[in-house]
């Protein structure tokens, strides 16, 4: 092979695998091809040079050389005295050295410090938690990074911010296992926090990888947004209500929602969110065929319009969230459209006193008036006789019909 292709074959390797500095610290990545340079070599044979290695592959010094017997799967000098590692691994790591002396019998040596690594896949949180309990320790997730080497660091965020563990908001529970035949590392570390009350609703949870060799960006997970709630205990016991701390609201008026028939409730869905979130409507658990909006009108309420009522917002970072059910329903009323209620306290006793003595007054009027009209009667049959003709009955029905206030007031004075 000609001294220019065995040059621009090394070259080709080089690119393709470890990186040779003026130093005598090098990197490859596992896998990849590696070639060292034999400092001082003369470029063609003969050569008088050797190599040792001491790695994990060796349990001392290994020697090769051109002369000798190549070390094909693992490493064999290149004709211009380069040593070329075909596919570098983990046990690869460690030192090598060349001595070579020129025609001109000057010795040169060169010492290499060669370390190893790969690039896990972009970490992932797993078992993510859907929500927070504020004041108590809340499990987040694990953050898990498999495939590398070194083990490298995982790190947790909140809000883009690296969290620091403390032992008592903030804790971290790490394992790293190794894989028996490939060597490769797999990372869990998982997050426990607890979240102050009337701190953020929604905070935003990442996981980054930090490898350790080389030097590079960090690798970072998707984030996760978890709603944060507070406890709100209705009683004693274990008995917990759980709410959130800034909720849904749905207002109605009239409050309470009670209307006389054919009035107008207005249902309002209020919100904290911004962006404002969709609101759909629920009545009696189902939702309605409306047009998302915050607020639901009802004119004219009948009986259909009646029952439970409730609003659900929805964001894209926040999910659903339901308000609380309100009721609307029909006031009743009496028959002559008098509402139950409409007259108490001393107005009632008035009205009543008043009924009272209206009604004696017209029912003395009645019993004077039959009166009356029975004396008169009884005083006409004795004066009169039977009518021999017509014209005698008809006089007598026009006596009859005479008004009655003479009489009426004679015997109202003269007594019984």
Not at 254 to 276: D, I, K, Y
Not at 284 to 299: Q, S
């Amino acid at each position: 092979m000609a001294a220019g292709a065995v040059v621009g074959a090394w070259m080709l390797v080089l690119s393709l695998g470890g990186t040779v500095t003026g130093d005598q610290n090098i990197t490859a990545r596992i896998g990849k091809p590696l070639v060292l340079n034999c400092k001082g070599a003369p470029k063609k044979p003969p050569q008088q040079l050797e190599w040792k290695l001491n790695t994990g592959r060796t349990e001392a010094w290994k020697v090769l050389s051109p002369q000798g017997d190549p070390w094909d799967s693992v490493a064999r000098v290149l004709p211009n005295g380069s040593l070329l590692l075909p596919a570098v691994g983990i046990q690869d790591e460690g030192t090598f050295r060349c001595r070579a002396t020129s025609r001109s019998g000057k010795e040169t040596k060169s010492n290499y410090r060669v370390r190893v690594y790969q690039i896990p896949g972009k970490p992932e949180i797993v078992d993510p938690a859907s929500e927070l309990m504020a004041g108590v320790p809340n499990k987040v997730g694990t953050c898990v990074s498999e495939g590398g080497y070194p083990a490298g660091t995982l790190n947790w965020l909140l809000d883009g911010k690296t969290l620091i563990p403390d032992g008592k908001g903030v804790s971290v529970k790490e394992e790293t296992k190794r894989h028996p035949k490939t060597g490769l590392f797999t990372l869990h570390s998982e997050l426990m926090v607890t979240p102050a009350r009337g701190g953020a609703l929604h905070p935003t949870f990442s996981c980054s990888f930090t490898p350790g060799l080389p030097r590079r960006r960090a690798l970072h997970t998707a984030p996760i947004q978890l709603r944060v709630w507070s406890e709100h205990r209705g009683g004693e016991g274990p008995n917990v209500d759980a709410v959130p701390l800034k909720e849904v609201q749905l207002v109605v008026e009239p409050e309470g929602g009670a209307v006389a028939p054919g009035g107008t409730v207005t249902l309002t869905c209020e919100t904290p969110a911004q962006p404002p979130p969709q609101i759909h409507w629920i009545k009696d658990g189902r939702p309605l065929p409306l047009p998302p909006g915050p607020m639901l009108l009802l004119p004219e309420v009948g009986p259909e319009d009646q029952g439970t009522y409730s609003c659900v917002a929805t964001h894209p970072s926040h999910g659903p969230q339901e308000s609380r059910a309100v009721s609307v329903s029909i006031i009743e009323t009496g028959e002559e459209g008098t509402t139950a209620g409409s007259v108490e306290g001393p107005g009632l006793e008035t009205l009543a006193l008043t009924l009272g003595i209206l009604g004696g007054l017209g029912t003395v009027a009645l019993l004077i008036g039959v009166i009356v009209w029975h004396r008169r009667r009884q005083r006409k049959g004795q004066e009169r006789k039977v009518p021999e003709n017509q014209e005698e009955e008809e006089e007598e029905r026009a006596e009859l019909n005479q008004p009655e206030e003479p009489e009426a007031a004679e015997s109202s004075t003269g007594g019984p």
